[in-house]
């Protein structure tokens, strides 16, 4: 109860000095009043601020989200042109190679019969010469009784031979047969093609007398088409 005349009744004095409570007046309701204003305003500015930042935050996110959008957009663009140019890369890389190693010449005939005529022991004839990408398969006969040392000798000879890979001569069929009364042992060699450097290359054209091939070879190390 407010108290504007000293001389009104105070009808709840009594249970202030019970509770040891004060007299509001007019001049401390006003306090009270604009210090819950000050409050209230306090409260306001702080929630405007928060929600404020609340949405700043939330908008630079927006906005960070967008950009790694449009950059994830963009690296995945590059990532497909740059698979693009290295499938093209090896493909071109690949025919360039095919090339040089036709160029090359280690499955050309005439390294190869020279190769095959330093290689060849003298009782040994052989029938047919079949190339057919890496592969290669001889067929040919050799005279008893000596004919299995001579194709072992052969298979030596071709196992240490620059044009063939190691360890890929195998004698894969052998068969007796006789002409004018002579016995001979008919056989097939399958082996496989190497991959000589060009520093082998050269040294054994050079031995085989192949300077045609000689040439190319060191033509196509000077343009660094072949190691």
């Known amino acids: 109860m407010i108290i504007n005349n000293k001389y009104q009744i105070d009808l709840l004095r009594k249970r202030r000095e019970l509770s040891n409570s004060k007299v509001l007046t007019f001049s401390k309701i006003k306090k009270i009043k604009k210090l819950g204003t000050l409050y209230a305003l306090l409260i306001i500015s702080l929630g405007i601020s928060i929600c404020g930042w609340t949405s700043y935050q939330t908008f630079r996110r927006i906005k960070y989200k967008e950009k790694l959008a449009i950059e994830a957009s963009e690296y995945q663009l590059l990532i497909t042109k740059y698979n693009s140019i290295l499938k093209n890369l090896r493909s071109i890389y690949k025919v360039n190679n095919q090339i040089a190693q036709g160029i090359v010449g280690t499955k050309s005939g005439s390294a190869l019969l020279l190769e095959l005529r330093d290689k060849l022991p003298k009782t040994i004839q052989l029938i047919t010469i079949k190339s057919k990408g890496k592969d290669l398969t001889l067929q040919g006969r050799a005279d008893q009784p000596y004919a299995l040392s001579s194709i072992n000798s052969l298979e030596l000879q071709l196992s240490d031979s620059f044009l063939i890979k190691g360890k890929s001569v195998f004698l894969t069929k052998a068969w007796e047969s006789k002409n004018n ?34 040439k190319r070879v060191s033509l196509l190390k000077k343009e660094g088409l072949i190691k």
Do not use: C, Q, V
Not at 189 to 210: C, T, V
């Open 181 to 214: 009364e002579k016995s001979h042992l008919n056989f097939t060699i399958n082996s496989k093609f190497s991959i000589p450097s060009s520093k082998e290359l050269l040294a054994n054209y050079e031995r085989l007398g192949s300077f045609g091939l000689y």
